[in-house]
């Protein structure tokens, strides 16, 4: 089945740890993102990526970083940095610029400092 | 930059009533208007989308309204059902040189059996 996978689905980090969420799409996307869900804030954009090799930042980029080596993965690294890490995390893909943007969306990571 | 409100911010009703769910967009040339329901421990999933220049859109129980001039759009669920209860999310987006999709706070939908 074609779909978007996020692992793990649960993670704890202590404090000063860097900690990196899996993200994987079999649906031949050429866009990836990840957002961070806080209770009453909706879905704040992290990061994205429109192709391999190339990223761009969102609107709270500070305290993450990604790579997108390949097209089928775009893993996501908490960095010690993040002041306040502690959120749910979705990773999402879509097809580029074809007129239709609807996002898949994988099942999240519920990230906890400990 | 785009901003996009939602209310009510949590929405209780009787099952078989109607459910309502409003939303306003701030940029004008935003020209997408996806919804997505959540579920418990889940991601978003799309339930319905609806384009500038289209002014309603229905699938099944589902419906959404456009007004641009007002900036407005709106979910409706007819004949709710207790499997209808999620976290509803309005969103807008541009296609501009990326397709940035800002999302609105969302909605906790609690339908009573």
């Known amino acids: 089945d074609g779909g978007i996978t996020q692992s793990p689905k649960y993670l704890f980090r202590k404090e000063g740890q860097n900690v990196t969420l899996s993200c994987e799409q079999n649906l031949n996307h050429d866009a990836m993102y990840w957002y961070r869900q806080d209770p009453g804030q909706g879905l704040r954009l992290i990061y994205y990526s429109q192709i391999v090799n190339d990223f761009q930042k969102g609107d709270i980029a500070e305290g993450y970083s990604v790579s997108r080596e390949k097209k089928e993965s775009f893993p996501l690294t908490v960095t010690s940095a993040q002041k306040n890490p502690t959120a749910f995390y979705l990773c999402?893909?879509?097809?580029w610029g074809q007129g239709n943007t609807e996002a898949f969306f994988g099942q999240g990571t519920r990230l906890t400092v400990v | 930059g785009e901003n996009v409100e939602q209310h009510p911010s949590t929405l209780s009703v009787q099952e078989g009533d109607s459910a309502v769910i409003k939303c306003t967009y701030s940029?004008?040339?935003?020209?997408?208007f996806p919804w997505y329901k959540q579920e418990l421990g889940k991601g978003p999933q799309l339930i319905i989308d609806?384009?500038?220049?289209?002014g309603e859109k229905k699938d099944q129980r589902i419906a959404v309204t456009l007004n641009k001039t007002a900036k407005h759009f709106s979910l409706h669920i007819t004949e709710t059902q207790p499997e209808d209860s999620a976290v509803y999310f309005c969103a807008a987006s541009m296609r501009t040189s990326y397709d940035k999709v800002i999302f609105g706070p969302g909605t906790s939908l609690s339908v009573i059996p």
């Open positions: 999402a893909s879509s097809h």
């Open positions: 609806i384009r500038s220049n289209v």
């Open positions: 940029d004008s040339a935003s020209n997408y």
